[in-house]
Nanobody
Framework: QVQLVESGGGLVQAGGSLRLSCAAS????????MGWFRQGPGKEREFVAG????????YYADSVKGRFTISRDNAKDTVYLQMNSLKPEDTAVYYC??????????????????WGQGTQVTVSS
């Protein structure tokens, strides 16, 4: 089992920045591919960014490419999502997720085995 706890959400004005953190426990963190997803009001949950176990490979949804950066610190069992140039359409609950597979970064919900409880990000215009 893996426990994931997100933090860092909040209210920010458009154009501002936030940094989300996700602390993991219960399994060797460096063996997990990690992802961030989000679910906006009235929308389905969608992939935002992913990072492979070593941190050497990342992948982003087109909607956040160039604005968001995913990173990880395997010594701290933590994955981060730096969000810059935030837009009102980025308003959502952001979820951290862990994938036990040893392959490529995957973008579908069903590929991930463990989920955090989510943290709310609200961007005002």
């Amino acid at each position: 089992q893996v426990q994931l706890v997100e933090s860092g959400g909040g209210l920010v004005q458009a154009g501002g920045s936030l940094r989300l953190s996700c602390a993991a426990s219960g399994r060797t963190f460096s063996n997990l591919n990690m992802g961030w997803f989000r679910q906006g009001p009235g929308k389905e949950r969608e992939f935002v960014a992913g990072i492979r176990r070593s941190g050497s490979t990342t992948y982003y949804a087109d909607s956040v490419k160039g604005r968001f950066t995913i990173s990880r610190d395997n010594a701290k069992d933590t994955v981060y999502l730096q969000m810059n140039s935030l837009k009102p359409e980025d308003t959502a609950v952001y979820y951290c997720a862990a994938d036990r597979s040893l392959g490529i970064i995957r973008v579908t919900e069903s590929a991930y085995d463990y989920w955090g409880q989510g943290t709310q990000v609200t961007v005002s215009s």
